[in-house]
């Protein structure tokens, strides 16, 4: 299987939370990232959280870890549609590279 | 500031030909990545320059591929002969050279289409 698993696709309404989860297989990854990429655009880093860490809050922004079960998800609080976009979770290996899922496409209906 | 820039944004080919994609990274970043992203799948890992020097490549999928970085300043990374399966999105990202949580900032990538 792929070492960063995410669903694929998630549609919420304005102003609902979305919970975007990934799972992933390398328990040594110190840092675990949430980035998010626009259309024609670039990847734009969220947040990250740090592997001894369990919860993470920034703004709207929620980041729940779970080592035990290598389980990742991010929370957006208030989604509004400009959060429409990619998201990736991401964990940095020890040889400094990132190591991606697939990403979550995520919708928000007006 | 300037980001990290790719050039060209798109690229059409056909099977057989040579492609090459550029990133300029954000001056002073020695930290220099190559990702690939094939038919919405994973963005996986490429190869790893630190100043001019391949620290990682890894994930580089053949010998078709060619990464440089000479000066240590821009990086190309060149495709021949290209096949059908290269076809896909390529970020570049760079990074300060330090503490293992540096912000890697990516570009817009390229996306390369083989026909």
């Known amino acids: 299987g792929e070492d960063v698993e995410q669903s694929l696709f998630l549609s919420v309404r304005e102003g609902d939370s979305s919970v975007i989860n990934c799972t992933y297989t390398?328990?040594?990854?110190?840092?675990l990232y949430w980035y998010k990429q626009e259309p024609g655009a670039g990847l734009q880093l969220l947040t990250y959280?740090?592997?001894?860490?369990d919860m993470k809050q920034d703004q709207r922004l929620t980041v729940l870890l779970n080592k035990k079960d290598k389980h990742l998800s991010l929370r957006i609080a208030d989604t509004q549609t400009g959060d429409s976009a990619i998201y990736f979770c991401a964990g940095l290996t020890g040889r400094r590279a990132l190591t991606f899922g697939s990403g979550t496409r995520l919708q928000v209906q007006p | 500031e300037a980001g990290v820039t790719q050039f060209p944004s798109h690229s059409v080919i056909e099977k057989g030909q040579t492609v090459t994609l550029r990133c300029d990274p954000i001056?002073?970043?020695?930290?220099l990545y190559w990702y690939r992203r094939v038919m919405g799948k994973e963005i996986k890992f490429l190869l790893h320059f630190v100043k001019e020097s391949k620290q990682d490549e890894s994930g580089m999928p053949n010998n078709r591929f060619l990464a440089e970085r000479t000066g240590g300043t821009y990086s190309t990374l060149k495709v021949q002969p290209a096949e059908l399966e290269d076809s896909g999105v390529y970020f570049c990202a760079s990074s300060h050279l330090g503490q293992e949580n540096t912000e890697a900032f990516f570009g817009q990538g390229t996306r390369l289409t083989v026909v």
């Open positions: 390398d328990s040594s990854s110190t840092y």
């Open positions: 959280i740090f592997s001894n860490m």
């Open positions: 001056s002073g970043h020695d930290n």
